[in-house]
């Protein structure tokens, strides 16, 4: 009796030996994403809230501005960088030529071979279109729409598939001009598709350009 006492006594002690070697690590998480003074995006992960990872795969993005990109990239190209499509619109994000130069970018094939400048040139553009679309987004944001709750994220990935004159127009009809682009994919699909993602942090700068 003595022995085993003496015996599950030292098997204490080891566990307890062992575990001292181990430290919670606490993360200073703060938000989302951010552009620092280079206007790189940074972005901060793991989150805190285990409620963001319920319904996730991997990678677990969530309803960052990561996962927001992401998202769309895979819709516009299946996020490749060189894929040109039949209408000519170029990278991951497929910009139009017009688009393109509206945003200060005039060699598209240096374009098409930087990944650097297109994640660039996605942010930008979003910074443009907000601001046109301030007003929208002020005044519709988590209204319904033709069944469709509308958020920031949602106008503003719908501008980039068809323009903020399609928004507009698809917004101030309550749903009935019914907006698409020249494959067939309507206005209203990105604003239900890319509803909800993290967008605040995105600036409304009036005549956007990138450096």
């Given at each position: 009796?003595?022995?085993?006492?003496?015996?599950?006594?030292s098997?204490l002690?080891?566990?307890?030996?062992?575990s001292?070697?181990?430290?919670?690590y606490?993360s200073?998480?703060?938000s989302g994403?951010?552009v620092?003074?280079?206007e790189?995006l940074?972005?901060?992960f793991?989150?805190?809230?285990i409620?963001?990872?319920?319904t996730?795969r991997?990678p677990?993005?969530?309803k960052?501005?990561i996962?927001?990109?992401?998202?769309?990239a895979h819709?516009e190209s299946?996020g490749k960088y060189?894929k040109?499509?039949t209408?000519?619109y170029?990278g991951?994000y497929?910009?139009g030529?017009?688009?393109?130069k509206?945003?200060?970018?005039?060699?598209?094939?240096?374009?098409?071979?930087?990944?650097?400048?297109?994640?660039k040139?996605f942010?930008v553009?979003?910074?443009k279109?907000?601001?046109?679309l301030?007003?929208?987004i002020d005044?519709f944001?988590g209204?319904i729409?033709?069944?469709v709750?509308i958020t920031?994220?949602?106008?503003?990935?719908?501008a980039?598939?068809?323009?903020?004159?399609s928004?507009?127009r698809?917004?101030?009809s309550?749903?009935?001009?019914k907006?698409?682009d020249?494959?067939?994919?309507?206005v209203?699909?990105?604003?239900?598709?890319f509803?909800?993602?993290?967008?605040?942090?995105i600036?409304?700068?009036?005549?956007?350009r990138?450096n």
């Amino acid at each position: 009796m003595i022995k085993k006492g003496i015996f599950y006594t030292s098997i204490l002690l080891i566990v307890a030996f062992i575990s001292s070697g181990f430290k919670p690590y606490n993360s200073q998480i703060i938000s989302g994403f951010g552009v620092d003074e280079n206007e790189e995006l940074l972005y901060v992960f793991p989150s805190q809230n285990i409620i963001d990872y319920v319904t996730l795969r991997v990678p677990y993005t969530g309803k960052y501005f990561i996962g927001y990109k992401e998202a769309i990239a895979h819709k516009e190209s299946q996020g490749k960088y060189r894929k040109i499509n039949t209408l000519g619109y170029l990278g991951k994000y497929q910009f139009g030529v017009e688009t393109l130069k509206s945003i200060g970018i005039h060699d598209s094939i240096g374009f098409l071979n930087s990944p650097r400048l297109q994640e660039k040139a996605f942010v930008v553009l979003l910074s443009k279109n907000k601001y046109e679309l301030r007003n929208y987004i002020d005044y519709f944001e988590g209204k319904i729409v033709d069944g469709v709750k509308i958020t920031e994220s949602g106008i503003l990935a719908a501008a980039h598939l068809g323009g903020t004159g399609s928004v507009k127009r698809f917004l101030n009809s309550n749903g009935e001009k019914k907006c698409k682009d020249d494959y067939g994919t309507s206005v209203k699909t990105y604003l239900r598709d890319f509803g909800g993602f993290e967008t605040s942090r995105i600036q409304a700068i009036k005549n956007a350009r990138v450096n």
